[in-house]
C-alpha cells in the first residue's frame, strides 16, 4: 500500500495529525520543485506547496485512489499553481541555489561539481522551453513518474503526453547544443 495513502486516510479518518506530517516530510521537497518547473521561483512554488498541503489539512479532499498517492497530491499542486499564475501572469523569477557537496576526495569534488555545472545548464535550457514541455520533463526524468501517470497530473491523454515529451525531448537536446554542451548517450 503506498505509504502516503495510509497516512492521509489515517489523518483524513481518524484526525491523526503525524499522518499529515508524514506526508509533509516525504512529499514536500519534490512537490516544491515539480511546482518550481511550473511557476518559475523556488519561493513561490514553496508557497504553493504550502498551500497544497493546507488544502489537504482543512478541506480534506477525498483521495479515491484511482492513482498513486504521489500522483493525486501532484495533480492537486498543479491546480494550485495554474490557479496562481492565472492571477498573477507575468511574473517570473528562478533562483539555482545548490552547491556539490564538499568531501575530501579530489577527484569526488571535481566530479560534483561538473555534474552540478551540467545540471545546472540542463535546468537553464530547459528554462527556455515551453511551459509543458518543462513539466513533462520534470515529472518524467526528475520525478520518476510513469507517462500514464504524468499524462494523469498534467491532465492529458498518454498519447498526447507521448507525443509533447518526444518534443519537448528533441527540443531540449536543440537547445543545449545550440549553447554548446556536449550531449552523449547512454
Partial sequence: MDNGASSYRRFRDNGDVQGLDEIIIEYSDGLILYLTSIVGSIQTAEELAEDTFVLLGTKKPK???????????????????????????????????????????????????????????????????????????????????????AARIMK?????????????????RSQLETEGFEYVET
Fill in 63 to 149: 483521495y479515491k485512489e484511482k492513482s498513486s498517492f504521489k500522483t493525486w497530491l501532484y495533480a492537486i499542486g498543479r491546480n494550485i499553481a495554474i490557479d496562481h499564475l492565472r492571477k498573477y501572469a507575468k511574473k517570473s523569477c528562478f533562483s539555482i541555489e545548490e552547491t556539490p557537496e564538499m568531501t575530501d576526495d579530489k577527484a569526488e569534488i571535481e566530479e560534483a561539481y561538473i555534474k552540478k555545472e551540467q545540471q545546472i545548464k540542463i535546468h537553464k535550457a530547459m528554462r527556455k522551453l515551453p511551459q509543458n514541455y518543462q513539466q513533462v520533463l520534470w515529472l518524467i526524468y526528475f520525478e520518476g513518474f510513469s507517462n500514464k501517470e
Fill in 156 to 172: 492529458k491523454s498518454l498519447r498526447s503526453l507521448e507525443s509533447i515529451l518526444y518534443r519537448a525531448r528533441k527540443s531540449l
